[in-house]
């Protein structure tokens, strides 16, 4: 594994006990190894721009402390399963259960589909968890979500502005003030992806003009369907998939809220939308009603997919399937086109974290693991979407993500970085909608979707179908 190349857990194990020794010594005391408030001793910067070996960082974060009694073992579940991010979470884990043995972490990856269902499982026979990422003000509201800042009030500096938005997964809104409710892992959103590939051999020479606007994303899909080698196009629809990288993405590019919004106003921004969605169907695969999320990226690594709106993760996504297609002569990133209603050219952006549960028994525990996981390497070497800390640019999270993976990331991967922060420095960020209950909306929306597809419905009737039964569940 790529990270062990960089520092192994014995290694790590070996510096903690070392470290440990030398308080034993100063303190004639047996001793553990603990994670310190490291951004009260070590100025953010000064690491950032001294510290380049991995070793050095968690120097940083270890010492010696008493042991303190019982061990305690707390219940991680993660959502993370993608090839790279098992990897970064047990890693981490494992260094960390190595350097702690009176706080042990016992990781369960659940995959996104199934986190809410075992979250509810575990809830309902009456075993408290203790942390799991995915945060959301809704998962807040169903009082799962314990506030941070009285746990870790001391780190909050560390982040970027964007985790703390209208929209974003880590804190929650009831008034004007953000609840701090999670600790951000990840920044990031949704771009249009082209292959700039398929766009040359059709003549297409600036494929920003290309795709300002829907109306030239169909023209340009006209010229790139050769099917079944590629469509130009594509929307997942199986049950259970995703509707934020079609949909909803839609819906807000054309100057609407998002999907439950039926603001009277909207209604012919929202049916245009449902249009268009339909009209692009015609270049997508005539699989795509059984197609999950990683169908698609599986139809974009064998070069299926000629366009599509995806987000910061498919790098961590394709490397280890295609990583031929991550160059910047094959892969374009763009932002979002335009809508007839829409407001111009945009970027979505979105923020997710840990949470520590309000059910846990042990707060300040799961608080010490927390802040292990956001210091230095260990948040900066998350292989999916960007970093969330202040403190770290495109070229710092290639040369983290080289030590890490030298299998999957090298230097090549800098311009991928560089893209994103670049669109998100130079076009408005709309965020990502936050509604409730997200699953029954989801699931209504969804079921409609596919009565377009199959030519049950139209828009008008879509629309017409979905607004008196989302306004009557959703919660203000």
């Known amino acids: 594994m790529g990270a062990k190349k960089a520092i192994s857990r014995r ?49 940083k974060v270890v010492t010696g402390v008493p042991p303190r009694g019982k061990p305690v073992t707390l219940l991680y579940v993660s959502p993370l399963t993608a090839d790279v991010e098992l990897k970064w979470t047990h890693y981490w884990v494992d260094a960390w259960n190595e350097a702690r043995p009176d706080i042990q972490v016992r990781i369960e990856d659940v995959g996104w589909a199934q986190l809410p269902v075992k979250i509810k499982a575990y809830l309902a026979a009456g075993e408290p968890l203790d942390i799991a990422t995915g945060v959301t003000a809704e998962r807040y509201k169903m009082g ?85 080698n590629v469509y130009a196009w594509c929307h997942e629809m199986a049950e259970g998939a995703s509707i934020s990288h079609v949909g909803a993405v839609l819906l807000q590019m054309n100057g609407l809220i ?33 197609w999950q999320w990683r169908d698609k990226l599986t139809g974009w690594a064998t070069g299926m997919i000629g366009m599509m709106v995806m987000g910061t993760s498919m790098y961590g996504d394709l490397v280890p399937r295609a990583p031929e297609l991550l160059s910047p002569e094959k892969m374009g990133i763009l932002p979002l086109a335009n809508g007839p209603s829409g407001p111009g050219r945009q970027m979505r952006g ?18 010490e693991f927390m802040r292990f996981m956001s210091e230095g390497d260990q948040h900066n070497s998350f292989p999916m979407n960007l970093s969330c800390r202040k ?86």
């Not at 919004?261 to 969605?277: G, H, S, V």
């Not at 495109?394 to 670049?422: H, M, V």
Request: charged share 30%.
């Open 350 to 367: 979105g923020v997710g974290g840990h949470w520590i549960f309000k059910q846990s028994k042990h707060k300040a525990e799961c608080a």
């Open 144 to 228: 799962w979500v314990e506030p941070l800042d009285e746990w870790l009030g001391d780190i909050k500096g560390l982040w970027i502005d964007m985790c703390f938005l209208r929209g974003s997964g880590c804190v929650y809104y009831e008034g004007d003030e953000p609840l701090w409710i999670g600790v951000p892992l990840y920044s990031g959103g949704e771009a249009l992806m082209v292959r700039k590939d398929y766009l040359g051999e059709a003549g297409i020479t600036d494929i920003m003009a290309a795709t300002a606007t829907w109306d030239d994303v169909k023209e340009t899909a006209k010229k790139i369907y050769d099917p079944p």
């Open 391 to 476: 403190d770290v640019e495109a070229k710092r999270k290639a040369e983290l993500l080289t030590k890490f993976y030298p299998d999957w990331y090298g230097p090549e991967c800098e311009w991928w970085f560089d893209d994103w922060f670049s669109l998100f420095d130079n076009y408005p960020v709309f965020m990502r909608a936050g509604y409730m209950p997200s699953e029954e909306i989801n699931k209504l929306f969804m079921d409609q979707v596919v009565e377009l597809w199959r030519n049950s419905t139209t828009p008008e009737e879509m629309y017409d179908t979905l607004k008196p039964k989302i306004e009557a569940i959703r919660v203000k």
């Open 258 to 290: 998002d999907l439950s919004d039926f603001r009277p106003e909207k209604r012919d921004a929202y049916i245009e939308a449902l249009k268009w969605m339909q009209e692009m169907w015609e270049f997508a695969s005539p699989d795509s009603l059984s």
């Open 11 to 59: 290694d790590f194990l070996r510096l903690s006990t070392a470290l440990a020794a030398g308080a034993v010594a100063a303190a004639c005391a047996p001793a553990a190894p603990q994670i310190v408030e490291v951004v009260k001793e070590v100025p953010v910067e000064k690491v950032v721009k001294e510290t380049v070996e991995v070793e050095k960082v968690v120097e």
